[in-house]
Nanobody, 119 residues
Framework: QVQLVESGGGMVESGGSLRLSCAASGFAITNYDMRWFRQAPGKERELVAS???????DYTEAVRGRFTVSRDTVMNTVSLQMNSLKPEDTAVYYC?????????????WGQGTQVTVSS
C-alpha cells in the first residue's frame, strides 16, 4: 500500500523551530521529486520546498533561508527543517511525491500535519 505519512507538526512560538518528516511506504522515493506544500485557512495550497531526485532544492521566497528540505533514500523519508518560524507560516503542511516517466505522472500525497506559530 502506497503511503506518505507526515509527522513533527505542532505549536511553537514565533522564532522557534520545527522539523517535519515524511515517511514513504509502498514505493521508493529514489525515483520521485519530493515536495512540501502548505495550506493556510482560506488560502490556496502553495508549494513551499522541493528536492529533486538528484537533490536539487528550491524554495518559495517566503521561506528561503529559513527552511531546509532534505531526503534520505535509505530511510525512504524526506524532511523539512523550519527555523525562525513566523505566524504566517501557520498552515497544514503536506508531503508530495511526483514522478513522470515520459508518458504519465504518478502523484502521491500525505494527509498533512498542522503547524501553528504563535506571536
Amino acid at each position: 500500500q502506497v503511503q506518505l505519512v507526515e509527522s513533527g507538526g505542532g505549536m511553537v512560538e514565533s522564532g522557534g523551530s520545527l522539523r517535519l518528516s515524511c515517511a514513504a511506504s509502498g514505493f521508493a522515493i529514489t525515483n520521485y521529486d519530493m515536495r512540501w506544500f502548505r495550506q493556510a485557512p482560506g488560502k490556496e495550497r502553495e508549494l513551499v520546498a522541493s528536492i529533486s531526485t538528484n537533490r536539487i532544492t528550491d524554495y518559495t521566497e517566503a521561506v528561503r533561508g529559513r527552511f531546509t528540505v532534505s531526503r534520505d533514500t535509505v530511510m525512504n523519508t524526506v524532511s523539512l527543517q523550519m527555523n525562525s518560524l513566523k505566524p504566517e507560516d501557520t498552515a497544514v503542511y503536506y508531503c508530495n511525491a511526483e514522478a513522470y516517466n515520459g508518458l504519465y505522472t504518478t502523484d502521491y500525497w500525505g494527509q498533512g500535519t498542522q503547524v501553528t506559530v504563535s506571536s
